[in-house]
């Protein structure tokens, strides 16, 4: 059984949960619901069912391009065949939205620290390129300058500013 916590000032709540539930569906990736638990051959030997007296299940996993990245988990203890399959099919579309916003996330992050650590390369290269006490210049294939260190822009006398648009 898993048990969360929620503790604040003023309030202190336990959840108790099926572990034994979360990890089958965690590990196959389906869908799983049951009328009553209780009486289900299925959880005979789910101790966490007998000991919660669990009647309705319901635990959808949170998928994305077959990756299981979590689950949703309901319990009822007091009635039976409480997730129709209305219910089953609102949780599932919220648990496919839930799989999209969380890679979304985790991609963004990614991004987040790439863009990091390439600001700081970055960085790190313009205090290198300008500590240089020699003139570097590099050009691209047509020949037009790329990077100028200053330099490189004082022997040469050339504004390490872009031209400007005015003639």
């Given at each position: 059984?898993?048990?969360a916590?929620k503790t604040s000032?003023?309030?202190?709540?336990e959840?108790?949960?099926?572990h034994?539930?979360?990890?089958r569906?965690a590990?196959?990736?389906?869908?799983?619901?049951?009328?009553?638990?209780?009486?289900d051959?299925?959880?005979?030997?789910?101790?966490?069912?007998?000991n919660?007296?669990?009647r309705s299940?319901l635990?959808v996993p949170?998928k994305?391009?077959?990756?299981v990245t979590?689950?949703?988990?309901?319990?009822?203890?007091m009635?039976?065949?409480?997730?129709s399959?209305?219910?089953?099919?609102?949780?599932?579309?919220?648990?496919h939205?839930?799989?999209i916003?969380?890679?979304?996330?985790r991609l963004?992050?990614r991004v987040?620290?790439?863009?990091?650590?390439i600001?700081?390369?970055n960085?790190f290269?313009d205090d290198?390129f300008?500590s240089?006490?020699?003139?570097?210049?590099t050009?691209d294939?047509?020949?037009?300058?790329t990077t100028?260190?200053?330099?490189?822009?004082?022997i040469?006398?050339i504004?390490r500013e872009p031209p400007s648009?005015?003639?």
């Amino acid at each position: 059984m898993w048990r969360a916590t929620k503790t604040s000032a003023t309030s202190r709540t336990e959840i108790v949960v099926s572990h034994t539930i979360i990890e089958r569906v965690a590990t196959e990736g389906e869908l799983l619901v049951t009328v009553n638990a209780f009486e289900d051959m299925k959880f005979t030997n789910v101790e966490s069912v007998a000991n919660l007296k669990l009647r309705s299940i319901l635990c959808v996993p949170l998928k994305r391009k077959g990756e299981v990245t979590g689950v949703i988990y309901a319990d009822n203890r007091m009635r039976p065949n409480l997730f129709s399959e209305r219910e089953q099919k609102l949780v599932n579309a919220f648990a496919h939205q839930a799989a999209i916003a969380i890679e979304n996330a985790r991609l963004f992050e990614r991004v987040r620290v790439s863009l990091a650590e390439i600001t700081a390369i970055n960085d790190f290269m313009d205090d290198v390129f300008a500590s240089i006490a020699s003139g570097v210049i590099t050009i691209d294939a047509e020949n037009r300058i790329t990077t100028l260190n200053a330099a490189a822009g004082r022997i040469l006398d050339i504004s390490r500013e872009p031209p400007s648009g005015n003639c």
